[in-house]
């Protein structure tokens, strides 16, 4: 299962999964090890086994957004599996949240040319 690749036909497959196996899909589609997320989150490797697991419960509010955050993905999916995991992302300093907004205040003309530019730049 955790080779499978999201896809709204998958939908089904990840809601009937635990949170556990969400995260363990996440580290593998990401290439990281548990150790990895751990320090990048603050927390022991314990503590991202014990989710993966699912020997606790669901991760704290902090957790989960930690999580979000290195997995690039809604914090809600973690929880529920619904709707592309990838479709949002953390917004995560004041550069990232200043290109949002100005990005939500230009004209549709001016939001393509700019994504057309973002995305040569990240080549």
């Given at each position: 299962?955790?080779?499978?690749?999201?896809?709204?036909?998958?939908?089904?497959?990840?809601?009937?999964?635990?949170?556990?196996?969400?995260?363990?899909?996440?580290?593998?589609?990401?290439?990281?090890?548990?150790?990895?997320?751990?320090?990048?989150?603050?927390?022991?490797?314990?503590?991202?086994?014990?989710?993966v697991t699912d020997?606790?419960?669901k991760p704290s509010?902090?957790?989960?957004?930690?999580?979000?955050?290195?997995?690039?993905?809604?914090?809600?999916?973690?929880?529920?599996?619904?709707?592309?995991?990838?479709?949002?992302?953390?917004?995560?300093?004041?550069?990232?949240?200043?290109?949002?907004?100005?990005?939500?205040?230009?004209?549709?003309?001016?939001?393509?040319?700019?994504?057309?530019?973002?995305?040569?730049?990240?080549?």
């Open positions: 299962m955790t080779s499978q690749k999201w896809t709204p036909d998958s939908e089904p497959l990840f809601r009937a999964m635990t949170v556990g196996e969400r995260v363990r899909w996440l580290l593998e589609v990401k290439g990281l090890k548990q150790t990895e997320v751990a320090a990048k989150i603050g927390g022991t490797q314990a503590m991202v086994s014990n989710i020997s606790s419960r509010a902090p957790s989960l957004l930690a999580l979000a955050d290195v997995f690039d993905c809604r914090p809600s999916w973690i929880l529920d599996g619904v709707g592309d995991p990838f479709a949002w992302a953390v917004v995560s300093d004041a550069r990232q949240a200043e290109l949002l907004r100005v990005f939500k205040a230009l004209a549709e003309p001016q939001k393509e040319a700019l994504l057309v530019t973002a995305r040569a730049l990240a080549k």
